[in-house]
C-alpha cells in the first residue's frame, strides 16, 4: 500500500478504513531532521491508534514557520523517509500553516501533539474533541530539536582580528 497519499486518495483510505472499525490517529509537523523526539511522538502515536495519519508541512509552509534557510530536507524526501517507519501508516503533504483542514477532513478519533503545546494550543482540537475524540500531548525529548540540530551544525563565526 501506498504510504504518501494526496488528499483526495487519503480521504477515501480514511473512510475506507474508519468503516472498516480501524481507530485513525492523526499528528503533524515539519519532521524537518528526523530525530529521536520525533520518533518518540510518533510511536507513543501509533501505540494510540490501529492507524496512524501524519500530516507534514510543505517546502513553503515549513518555510513560512521555521524561516529563512528552511526546511533542511525537500518535503518529498521528509515524506519518504516518514513513510519508511513503522510506527507511520499514512502521510500527506499540506501547504497551510495549520493543520486545520486536514484534520476536519480526517476526523481523527485522537490528535496528538508534542507537550510543547498546551491542550488549548493544539491547533483542531475543538474538532476532534466535538466529535468525541480526544488530544494526547507527548512528553518531549529534552535536548532534541531540528532546531537546535541546525544551530549545532551552523558555522561557528571567529572572530575578527584587527
Known sequence: MEKVLSWDHLKEVVDRLKKDGKKVVFTNGCFDLLHRGHVKLLAE????????????????????????????????????????????????????????????????????????????????REVVESAGGDVILVDLVPGHSTTAMVERARPVKQPVED
Open 45 to 124: 502515536a501509533r501505540a494510540a491508534c490501529d492507524r496512524l495519519v501524519v500530516g507534514l508541512n510543505s517546502d513553503a509552509s515549513t518555510a513560512r514557520l521555521k524561516g529563512k534557510g528552511r526546511p533542511i530536507n525537500p518535503a518529498e524526501g521528509r515524506a519518504e523517509v516518514l513513510a519508511a517507519l513503522e510506527a507511520v501508516d499514512l502521510v500527506v503533504v499540506f501547504d497551510e500553516d495549520t493543520p486545520l483542514e486536514l484534520i476536519k477532513q480526517v476526523r481523527p478519533a485522537v490528535l496528538v501533539k508534542g507537550a510543547d503545546y498546551t491542550r488549548n494550543e493544539v491547533v483542531g
